[in-house]
Every structure is written in structure tokens, then in C-alpha cells.
């Protein structure tokens, strides 16, 4: 026997305040001389002892009435298989369903989904009247179908019986913790956690052992104990992360076989705008994951989507990824100094470039414009001086140049920050003729850094550090700027970057040389070496201007600067994330955010994306709108803007190319980004079932074969053993308390009787 509430069983000791009362009570024997009545006291005698005997009874009778309340309070139960144990008790229970994409898998007998709800199923099938039962399906996040337990078990089966399989990874932990919160409110005998899962490894991970908060019977069910065998695309990685017009692009593709056999003569396709662009096949040994490479030109500016999709296999989700990619076609860049002949040469030599590190070629002057556009990256440059420029309209220009201005003035100050509201980007060059003072203004609104003391560097100084994955760097080779002929630097200027910004390269000696903020949809790049032709001693500052490095840097910093804009040019996210977009134009406003429908066979947006660089919309792209926008998902969901400027969409529950609409003052702009499954769930090796209930408290794990399992409900039954008996303990108390009130009142008679 085993009590639900034992802290009533201090009641026990009320059973002696009768027998308390009963000895305060008692009386005395007083011996009185009387006449010789020998008869008289052998009959008191008999009489007596029958008194004796009858209060007794009445004592111990009303000591077992209170005994019997207080135990009935503490909820007794017995569990030793006793003929009046055969009737259970109740039974309250939480289902913990794993529907991550992993239970998607196909086994020889079929789905693993399907196979878990069937068990399901049948465990809620056990229950009877007065049973209770909750339902959580399980991913990276609980979603608590019933987050609280309801005798409606018909419900409950009905919600199993509808639920699918989601796009997302496993963690075990958060679903556990949730499951023991809802029990630990139960106040029935049985107590009872199941999960019903593939147990795959990713999702017992980065967490340690779990406590039974909540003192349920833990009961682990895996769906499979076949060996699984998957392919899928684990990344896609482009070769250069700004991306031109007519410039080959390489996308490397990372393909990982998560099997204990070798994989040959497997299918990779590439999709672009809906349509079939190349085929490659490849071969990979067992365990093995791989780097393939796709090459592809894109013709036309804007945004492009597509995806690379393996042929199919048992686990088809995750055979598909997608990706949007900004292709630049135009930039203009407004150059402002005293001396900017050479920067404007260097950012368009013959209004035209090629984008690479060692090479540079050039369309003559009077190629017509539509054919320059259509064969490379157009960067068109116009100059002004920090005069000109305090009254100079702005509206047309993608990226400022501050080439060296010396002062920066109230009304510069004031276009700039104009420019940076607007969401567009600024580069500035710093040198020993700067003033830091009127710079230092602006470090507290959106200049990377504070500006110092000159530095001069004998022997001259070089690039020591920089990050080779940053855009602006990733064209370079690896040895890149400190190489034989990188950029020799005499002076620069001491910085102090601000809490807000990266530092992207240094010097030899840990002098910033690059510092960058973002702002929003504004990247500022402050470069700490001058760009100016002097004469004199302060010539030399640095071999920059003729170094072959300064080209393909400088066009890179534009590019970027001018891509900033796209909020799809450095997000990669997977299904469940958050994603964060910057319009600063249209600052608490709405924008509606629809998923493009994708077939099996090919990409649903037929018809080539809008074509835009900031909120310039091509030809071509107006023309397809329409087309496009009959691609697009009916069930838009509106999100508002935040009054920084800032969108954030967390409905990102499927995989696919999602477009985003915003009305600006100057039409409707349309973004779009891509959304991927976790490759980290393609991996359907399983935690060991043993390790697994030692993680997490489970009394017994499951042993049998799923099917047995899943068909008998003996097994569930047996563990159900037991019955609370407080209702007996109730009546039997009532049925003593009559019994002690007949006594009472007979024996109250009697001595009435005997006194009369």
C-alpha cells in the first residue's frame, strides 16, 4: 500500500483524542460499608464488567472512525495484485510525437510518421473513463497540440490522426521539460510520458540529463530498428558573394551520404527561374560527403532564385535547396573630394570594367548602353567637390566616395545622414589630413570609428590581417594582400572603432586599416589610408592608387556598399528563423510575405523575377510582374514595420523562395529570400536506446518490436496496476459512525433505564 497524499497520515494521531477523553473521564471506585448484600454484589459484579466491555467497544469504535478519515485524506492505493486491486486506477498521460523531418523517412514498412501516430493511437486507446491525456509534437520547438490534460481522449486521437510531418530539426529537451511542467500537475496514481520517436542522434544533443520533475513513468517507443540510408544537399556556397552581370560564378555544392554503402551514379540538377539548367552526376563513398561545382552566367540584373535538387530517395525533404542571389547590373557612385580623377578612372576606366583581381577589360566609349549593361557590371562614377556636394541631389546615387575630404562641414554632415536614413551606403577614405574633429562628430551617429593622431610607418607597413571570407576580400587569393606585391603604406591616422563596428583588416601592427558599421540596410566603410596625388615630402602616403590590388578592392568595396541594400545578400536561414529585413523608406508600414509555389518537376515562378538594384525596377522585370505574382501564394501574411525601418518575419515554417512586397513612395518593391531545411537533421544515425533513458530519467525502455507493441495493450495495462481505496476507507467510516451511535444511544438508554 502507497499513499497519493501522505502528509494526512499525521491525522492518525487524532485517533487517540477518544481515548484521552475516555481516560480524563474515568472514574473512581468509592468502597461503602453496607448491610451484608451478598447476592446483590455478585449480580453488580456481571453487570458491570458487561458496562466495561460495551465502552471499550465504543472507545475503540470511535478511535477507528477518525483513523479511518485521516487515511481516507492521505488517498491510499494497493498494489499487490489483491483481488480488490484488479480495477485500476486513474491515469494521466503526455504523448510526445517527434514530427521533425526525420520521421519522414520511408522504411520498408512504411512511413516512420505514420507508424508513430499509429502508436499513438493505440496507447490512448488503453484509457478509460476518468483517464486524461496530453498531446506535444515534437521538433527544435513543442508545439502543445493540448497543452492541457483532457478527458476528451477522442479529441485528442483526432488531432494525432491530423498532424504531419514538419520541416524541422529535433532537440529533445525543450518537449521533455514541457511534458514534466503538465504532469507535475496531476494528482492521479499513474503518471505517464511517452515518446514516440526515430531517436536520431542531432536531436540529443547540446544538452545533459534531464530530472523527472514530475515523477511520471518515462516510456521511450523508437518507430524503427532498420538502419537508414539518406543522401542530401548539405550547403551551397557561391564562389564570390557579390555576384555580376556576364560574370562566370561558380556555386560549390556540398552533398553529403549518410550511409554505410557507397552511392553511385547519383543525379544533382540546378534550377534557375523555373527552368533546367544543368546535370551532374557523381558517385560517393559510404559515409563520405563531397564538393561538386556548377557554373552559370546570369545575363541580367536583380534578383534570381533557383535550387539544386538531388534525384529521389527514401528522405525526399531534404533533397532540395534553394537560394536567391542579387546580381548587380548598375551601381552610381557619387565621388566627393578635391581630386577624385583617379578614382573615377579607377571605378570606370572606358565607363566600363570586369570585376577581377588581376584583369581588366574594357568596352569602348561608344558601345551602345543596352549592350555594355548586357555584358558586364556597370559602376558609373560622378564627381563633385565637399562644396558642391553640400547642395548636390542625391536621390540617383546608389554609394558616396569621401575621397579625403578634409573637413566635414554642417551641410555635408547633413546630406549624409539624409543618405544613411535612405538606407544607402558611404565609403570614406581617412588620411593625416582629416580633420578628426568634425569625423569624430559623426562616430556617435554612424562613422565606424573616432579619428586620431598620424601614424607614420619606416619601413613602410603592409596589410597583416584580414578576413578572407568577407565579400570584399573573397576574390582575393589566400596569401591576397600580404603577398609580394600587396600595398605598401607610409602613414595613416591612429582609430578607434566604435562598439557598433567590426574591424575587417589590420595592419602588421594592429592598426584598424578597415572598419565597418551597418546600419540598418547602410554599411559604412571607413578606409584608413589617403587616395589624394600630392606633391612634396606627404606624397609618398601609399602605393595604393598604382598597386594591382587596388582595382578589384575598390570595386568590390562599391559593390558591396551598394548591395547592402539587399536583405538576402548574407542570410541563409533555415525553416523556424527569424528573418530581419531593413526599409527605412517605408518605416512603419506593411509589407505582405508570401511563399512561390514550387513544383516537383520545376520552380513555379516562370517568368523571370523583378529586376532591381535599391528601388530601381528594370524593363524586363515590369513586364513579368504580373506572371510572377501568379506564382506567388495566395495566403500572404501581412507583417508591419517597425518605425526603425526593421521587418521581422518569423512564419518561415516551409522551405522555398519567399518574396516580400513594400509600398514605397516610389512603387512597390519586391525582395525575395530563400528558406532551407537544417541539414544537420539529414543524419538519421540513432542515439542508443539505453544512453537515451539515462538522459532523461526513464524507468523502463521498450524492448519489444514496435508492431507487438503497438497492437497489444497488456503491456501499457500492467504498468496501470494498483487502486485507491479512500472511497471504501469513507464508507466503512460511516458505517463504524452508525454502529458507535446505536451503541452510544442503547447504552444511554440503559443507564436512564437503571436510574429510573
Same mark, same amino acid.
Given at each position: 500500500?502507497?499513499?497519493?497524499?501522505?502528509?494526512? *497520515?499525521?491525522? #492518525? &494521531?487524532?485517533?487517540? /483524542?477518544?481515548? !484521552? =477523553?475516555? $481516560?480524563?473521564?474515568? @472514574?473512581?471506585?468509592? %468502597?461503602?460499608?453496607?448491610?451484608?448484600?451478598?447476592?446483590?454484589?455478585?449480580?453488580?459484579?456481571?453487570?458491570?464488567?458487561?458496562?466495561?466491555?460495551?465502552?471499550? *467497544?465504543?472507545? #475503540? &469504535?470511535?478511535?477507528? /472512525?477518525?483513523? !479511518? =478519515?485521516? $487515511?481516507?485524506?492521505? @488517498?491510499?492505493?494497493? %498494489?499487490?495484485?489483491?483481488?480488490?486491486?484488479?480495477?485500476?486506477?486513474?491515469?494521466?498521460?503526455?504523448?510526445?510525437?517527434?514530427?521533425?523531418?526525420?520521421?519522414?523517412?520511408?522504411?520498408?514498412?512504411?512511413?516512420?510518421?505514420?507508424?508513430?501516430?499509429?502508436?499513438?493511437?493505440?496507447?490512448?486507446?488503453?484509457?478509460?473513463?476518468?483517464?486524461?491525456?496530453?498531446?506535444?509534437?515534437?521538433?527544435?520547438?513543442?508545439?502543445?497540440?493540448?497543452?492541457?490534460?483532457?478527458?476528451?481522449?477522442?479529441?485528442?486521437?483526432?488531432?494525432?490522426?491530423?498532424?504531419?510531418?514538419?520541416?524541422?530539426?529535433?532537440?529533445?529537451?525543450?518537449?521533455?521539460?514541457?511534458?514534466?511542467?503538465?504532469?507535475?500537475?496531476?494528482?492521479?496514481?499513474?503518471?505517464?510520458?511517452?515518446?514516440?520517436?526515430?531517436?536520431?542522434?542531432?536531436?540529443?544533443?547540446?544538452?545533459?540529463?534531464?530530472?523527472?520533475?514530475?515523477?511520471?513513468?518515462?516510456?521511450?517507443?523508437?518507430?524503427?530498428?532498420?538502419?537508414?540510408?539518406?543522401?542530401?544537399?548539405?550547403?551551397?556556397?557561391?564562389?564570390?558573394?557579390?555576384?555580376?552581370?556576364?560574370?562566370?560564378?561558380?556555386?560549390?555544392?556540398?552533398?553529403?551520404?549518410?550511409?554505410?554503402?557507397?552511392?553511385?551514379?547519383?543525379?544533382?540538377?540546378?534550377?534557375?527561374?523555373?527552368?533546367?539548367?544543368?546535370?551532374?552526376?557523381?558517385?560517393?563513398?559510404?559515409?563520405?560527403?563531397?564538393?561538386?561545382?556548377?557554373?552559370?552566367?546570369?545575363?541580367?540584373?536583380?534578383?534570381?532564385?533557383?535550387?539544386?535538387?538531388?534525384?529521389?530517395?527514401?528522405?525526399?525533404?531534404?533533397?532540395?535547396?534553394?537560394?536567391?542571389?542579387?546580381?548587380?547590373?548598375?551601381?552610381?557612385?557619387?565621388?566627393?573630394?578635391?581630386?577624385?580623377?583617379?578614382?573615377?578612372?579607377?571605378?570606370?576606366?572606358?565607363?566600363?570594367?570586369?570585376?577581377?583581381?588581376?584583369?581588366?577589360?574594357?568596352?569602348?566609349?561608344?558601345?551602345?548602353?543596352?549592350?555594355?549593361?548586357?555584358?558586364?557590371?556597370?559602376?558609373?562614377?560622378?564627381?563633385?567637390?565637399?562644396?558642391?556636394?553640400?547642395?548636390?541631389?542625391?536621390?540617383?546615387?546608389?554609394?558616396?566616395?569621401?575621397?579625403?575630404?578634409?573637413?566635414?562641414?554642417?551641410?555635408?554632415?547633413?546630406?549624409?545622414?539624409?543618405?544613411?536614413?535612405?538606407?544607402?551606403?558611404?565609403?570614406?577614405?581617412?588620411?593625416?589630413?582629416?580633420?578628426?574633429?568634425?569625423?569624430?562628430?559623426?562616430?556617435?551617429?554612424?562613422?565606424?570609428?573616432?579619428?586620431?593622431?598620424?601614424?607614420?610607418?619606416?619601413?613602410?607597413?603592409?596589410?597583416?590581417?584580414?578576413?578572407?571570407?568577407?565579400?570584399?576580400?573573397?576574390?582575393?587569393?589566400?596569401?591576397?594582400?600580404?603577398?609580394?606585391?600587396?600595398?605598401?603604406?607610409?602613414?595613416?591616422?591612429?582609430?578607434?572603432?566604435?562598439?557598433?563596428?567590426?574591424?575587417?583588416?589590420?595592419?602588421?601592427?594592429?592598426?584598424?586599416?578597415?572598419?565597418?558599421?551597418?546600419?540598418?540596410?547602410?554599411?559604412?566603410?571607413?578606409?584608413?589610408?589617403?587616395?589624394?596625388?600630392?606633391?612634396?615630402?606627404?606624397?609618398?602616403?601609399?602605393?595604393?592608387?598604382?598597386?594591382?590590388?587596388?582595382?578589384?578592392?575598390?570595386?568590390?568595396?562599391?559593390?558591396?556598399?551598394?548591395?547592402?541594400?539587399?536583405?538576402?545578400?548574407?542570410?541563409?536561414?533555415?525553416?523556424?528563423?527569424?528573418?530581419?529585413?531593413?526599409?527605412?523608406?517605408?518605416?512603419?508600414?506593411?509589407?505582405?510575405?508570401?511563399?512561390?509555389?514550387?513544383?516537383?518537376?520545376?520552380?513555379?515562378?516562370?517568368?523571370?523575377?523583378?529586376?532591381?538594384?535599391?528601388?530601381?525596377?528594370?524593363?524586363?522585370?515590369?513586364?513579368?510582374?504580373?506572371?510572377?505574382?501568379?506564382?506567388?501564394?495566395?495566403?500572404?501574411?501581412?507583417?508591419?514595420?517597425?518605425?526603425?525601418?526593421?521587418?521581422?518575419?518569423?512564419?518561415?515554417?516551409?522551405?522555398?523562395?519567399?518574396?516580400?512586397?513594400?509600398?514605397?513612395?516610389?512603387?512597390?518593391?519586391?525582395?525575395?529570400?530563400?528558406?532551407?531545411?537544417?541539414?544537420?537533421?539529414?543524419?538519421?544515425?540513432?542515439?542508443?536506446?539505453?544512453?537515451?533513458?539515462?538522459?532523461?530519467?526513464?524507468?523502463?525502455?521498450?524492448?519489444?518490436?514496435?508492431?507487438?507493441?503497438?497492437?497489444?495493450?497488456?503491456?501499457?495495462?500492467?504498468?496501470?496496476?494498483?487502486?485507491?481505496?479512500?472511497?471504501?476507507?469513507?464508507?466503512?467510516?460511516?458505517?463504524?459512525?452508525?454502529?458507535?451511535?446505536?451503541?452510544?444511544?442503547?447504552?444511554?438508554?440503559?443507564?436512564?433505564?437503571?436510574?429510573?
Amino acid at each position: 500500500m502507497a499513499f497519493l497524499n501522505p502528509l494526512f *497520515l499525521f491525522g #492518525l &494521531l487524532a485517533a487517540g /483524542i477518544p481515548l !484521552l =477523553i475516555h $481516560l480524563w473521564n474515568r @472514574r473512581r471506585v468509592v %468502597t461503602i460499608d453496607f448491610s451484608s448484600l451478598m447476592f446483590l454484589t455478585a449480580a453488580h459484579r456481571e453487570n458491570a464488567r458487561r458496562f466495561q466491555l460495551r465502552q471499550l *467497544l465504543i472507545l #475503540l &469504535l470511535r478511535m477507528a /472512525i477518525v483513523a !479511518l =478519515i485521516a $487515511l481516507a485524506l492521505a @488517498r491510499p492505493f494497493l %498494489t499487490l495484485g489483491l483481488p480488490i486491486a484488479s480495477v485500476r486506477a486513474k491515469t494521466d498521460l503526455v504523448i510526445v510525437l517527434d514530427n521533425s523531418y526525420s520521421m519522414a523517412y520511408q522504411d520498408v514498412d512504411g512511413v516512420r510518421f505514420e507508424k508513430a501516430k499509429t502508436i499513438a493511437t493505440d496507447i490512448l486507446d488503453t484509457l478509460r473513463h476518468g483517464d486524461s491525456a496530453a498531446f506535444i509534437l515534437m521538433s527544435d520547438s513543442p508545439k502543445p497540440v493540448f497543452r492541457q490534460l483532457t478527458p476528451d481522449i477522442e479529441s485528442v486521437i483526432a488531432a494525432i490522426n491530423d498532424t504531419e510531418v514538419s520541416y524541422r530539426t529535433t532537440n529533445v529537451q525543450p518537449s521533455f521539460e514541457l511534458a514534466h511542467e503538465i504532469l507535475a500537475e496531476s494528482v492521479q496514481l499513474n503518471k505517464e510520458l511517452y515518446l514516440i520517436s526515430d531517436f536520431a542522434q542531432n536531436g540529443w544533443e547540446n544538452w545533459s540529463r534531464l530530472p523527472n520533475r514530475s515523477g511520471a513513468r518515462i516510456s521511450l517507443i523508437p518507430v524503427t530498428e532498420n538502419e537508414a540510408h539518406n543522401i542530401s544537399i548539405e550547403e551551397i556556397r557561391p564562389s564570390n558573394q557579390l555576384i555580376g552581370v556576364n560574370l562566370l560564378l561558380q556555386m560549390n555544392v556540398t552533398i553529403a551520404n549518410h550511409s554505410v554503402a557507397p552511392l553511385a551514379q547519383h543525379i544533382l540538377t540546378m534550377f534557375i527561374e523555373g527552368e533546367k539548367q544543368k546535370t551532374v552526376n557523381f558517385s560517393a563513398a559510404a559515409d563520405e560527403s563531397l564538393n561538386t561545382i556548377l557554373t552559370y552566367n546570369f545575363s541580367t540584373p536583380g534578383t534570381h532564385t533557383g535550387y539544386l535538387m538531388l534525384a529521389e530517395d527514401r528522405l525526399n525533404i531534404d533533397n532540395r535547396r534553394y537560394f536567391a542571389l542579387d546580381v548587380i547590373g548598375e551601381v552610381r557612385v557619387l565621388c566627393v573630394g578635391e581630386q577624385t580623377e583617379y578614382l573615377k578612372l579607377a571605378l570606370n576606366p572606358n565607363n566600363f570594367v570586369h570585376l577581377s583581381p588581376v584583369t581588366t577589360n574594357a568596352v569602348p566609349q561608344n558601345t551602345p548602353e543596352n549592350e555594355r549593361m548586357t555584358d558586364g557590371v556597370m559602376i558609373l562614377p560622378t564627381q563633385c567637390t565637399p562644396t558642391e556636394f553640400e547642395t548636390f541631389p542625391l536621390d540617383d546615387y546608389d554609394v558616396i566616395i569621401l575621397a579625403d575630404v578634409p573637413n566635414i562641414s554642417d551641410q555635408i554632415r547633413a546630406q549624409l545622414q539624409e543618405f544613411i536614413r535612405h538606407g544607402k551606403s558611404i565609403i570614406v577614405f581617412v588620411s593625416s589630413h582629416s580633420d578628426p574633429t568634425s569625423y569624430n562628430e559623426l562616430s556617435s551617429v554612424w562613422l565606424p570609428a573616432e579619428v586620431g593622431s598620424t601614424r607614420t610607418w619606416t619601413p613602410p607597413e603592409q596589410i597583416g590581417t584580414y578576413q578572407k571570407s568577407h565579400p570584399i576580400f573573397d576574390i582575393f587569393p589566400n596569401e591576397g594582400l600580404s603577398a609580394q606585391y600587396a600595398p605598401q603604406f607610409y602613414n595613416g591616422v591612429v582609430l578607434q572603432p566604435t562598439p557598433e563596428s567590426e574591424v575587417i583588416a589590420r595592419f602588421a601592427d594592429d592598426t584598424p586599416f578597415l572598419v565597418e558599421r551597418i546600419q540598418g540596410t547602410s554599411a559604412v566603410l571607413l578606409y584608413n589610408c589617403g587616395l589624394l596625388a600630392r606633391q612634396g615630402a606627404a606624397a609618398t602616403a601609399n602605393d595604393l592608387l598604382v598597386n594591382p590590388y587596388f582595382l578589384p578592392m575598390l570595386q568590390q568595396s562599391v559593390m558591396y556598399a551598394a548591395m547592402a541594400s539587399s536583405n538576402s545578400l548574407t542570410w541563409g536561414g533555415h525553416v523556424g528563423d527569424t528573418y530581419t529585413a531593413y526599409y527605412p523608406r517605408s518605416a512603419g508600414g506593411k509589407a505582405s510575405i508570401g511563399i512561390m509555389a514550387v513544383s516537383s518537376q520545376q520552380s513555379a515562378v516562370d517568368s523571370q523575377p523583378e529586376r532591381f538594384v535599391g528601388d530601381k525596377v528594370s524593363a524586363p522585370a515590369r513586364q513579368s510582374t504580373d506572371n510572377r505574382q501568379s506564382a506567388i501564394n495566395s495566403q500572404n501574411t501581412v507583417v508591419p514595420i517597425g518605425e526603425d525601418g526593421a521587418l521581422r518575419f518569423q512564419g518561415t515554417e516551409r522551405p522555398g523562395i519567399y518574396q516580400i512586397e513594400v509600398q514605397t513612395r516610389s512603387g512597390i518593391q519586391r525582395d525575395f529570400f530563400a528558406v532551407n531545411v537544417d541539414a544537420n537533421e539529414a543524419d538519421l544515425a540513432q542515439i542508443p536506446l539505453e544512453q537515451a533513458a539515462a538522459r532523461v530519467g526513464a524507468q523502463t525502455t521498450v524492448t519489444e518490436k514496435t508492431e507487438a507493441l503497438a497492437a497489444a495493450t497488456d503491456p501499457y495495462e500492467l504498468r496501470r496496476h494498483g487502486r485507491e481505496i479512500w472511497g471504501e476507507l469513507i464508507i466503512l467510516a460511516v458505517c463504524l459512525m452508525m454502529l458507535e451511535s446505536f451503541l452510544s444511544n442503547r447504552e444511554s438508554a440503559l443507564t436512564t433505564g437503571r436510574g429510573q
